[in-house]
């Protein structure tokens, strides 16, 4: 208790004060009502798309704080693809041999949607479906660790109809499909509510608009179209695009400012639910050292080790959530002092082998009816990596809350099959059915 307190007031929050909406002491479980207010550009109605796109309102700001590994970061998430098969891949394998193979990386649930709420928020809580999710405003995200320490950022999508885009999908005659599950941080409140953020939910067309005036953000995610990241198509054609997308960018002093990482993953392996969800990842760019180049780093990393990484990189605070214990990439750990750690069968309750992190545990958006539906509240006194303490605001807003905890300093991560206790769900052969309006809590 004494070092709970210790640690809530160095982030300068008084012990008994009251944090939350509407003067509550923590957030509270969602309800599933939603209002004009929450969601607004969802229409894919023509007229509406140009009315919307004449007025959207677009930011490309820019910073340049040193990190200890690299000083820009752009994410590319390809879909669906067993390790086996991206690496076979001629256009992969020449993008390995310019950078780093994580030989032992792996996705965290399934389906898609999951994989792309755990690397922006720490968590999935519970998602097991490609459903229209809106995640509570009180679940922080990378975003607000990174303005925490003025770093800019941008999440570019391809086929995104203009920026700010909220609706689920949208075909893009001219750019190729769009869908809102592969948007990295459209589904947060924290994001959507606040209209600067909103501001820097972009078009990929603006990612080389941004290049060309030198005004690219520090940290960048990318989502190509459904036809080029695989979804619609195969392995040859996504990793075709990767490849014809990378290689210029590596080659543009106005995109590459000389320490540059580019990191290439797969959200899941397609393999849903038979085998272990194990995926390719590439590291590449001018923060690769040339001795580096062609290597393999076969550590045991999943997607919350991309914001370990880029926490432990600038020295950012974490989200309290798994990101905290998440093994840091060791071309990032080399320059932080962060050790790579390796699996403990002791604190996992079983094998390395046994995990296969290939369908959800329970949570606020599972489709099953036997298990809790509530948030779960950070870890206000969890500790990463050389002392990486929780975001004070993160703490003022949950300091006090009575929900449901599992989130430890370990990286041995639960999945359906070994799920925090309360969360358990049964195993089901396919994911559940989407559904396309928006919900705040899935409807059991």
Known sequence: MTRMLSILATAGIAAGALYGVDGRPSPVAPTPVNTAADIQYTSTASADVAAAAATAKTQSPVSNVKGKAFNRIVQ??????????????????ALIKQGILLSNLYGVAAPSQPNYVAPASGDYFGTNSDSFLLVDRNVSTIV????????????????????????????????????????????????????????????????????????LPQWAFVTPNLYNNGHDTNISVSCNWTRTFVEPLLRNPGFDDGNTLVYVTWQANGQYPTARNHVAGILLGSAVPRSLAGTVDDAYYNHYSELSSVEANWGLHTLGRWDVGANVWRLVGRRTGDAVRAWSARVAGDSFANYYWNQSYGGVFSSASNTSHLYVAPNLGILGGYCRTVLPAIARLWYGSTLPGYYRDIIEVPDALHPPKGYGVPIGLEPAEPITTPIRVYPV
Do not use: M, Q
């Open 144 to 215: 607000d660790l990174l303005e925490d320490k003025g770093i800019s950022w941008g999440d570019y999508n391809e086929g995104l109809p203009y920026t700010g885009f909220e609706g689920f999908e949208y075909s893009n005659p001219v750019e190729g499909d769009y869908a809102r599950k592969h948007n990295l941080l459209v589904r947060f409140d924290s994001v959507t509510l606040n209209p600067d953020r909103l501001a820097k939910l972009k078009n990929l067309t603006l990612f080389y608009d941004d290049v060309k005036k030198k005004r």
């Open 76 to 93: 590319i998430y390809l879909e669906t693809t067993a390790y086996e098969n991206a690496i076979a891949d001629a256009n992969c394998k």
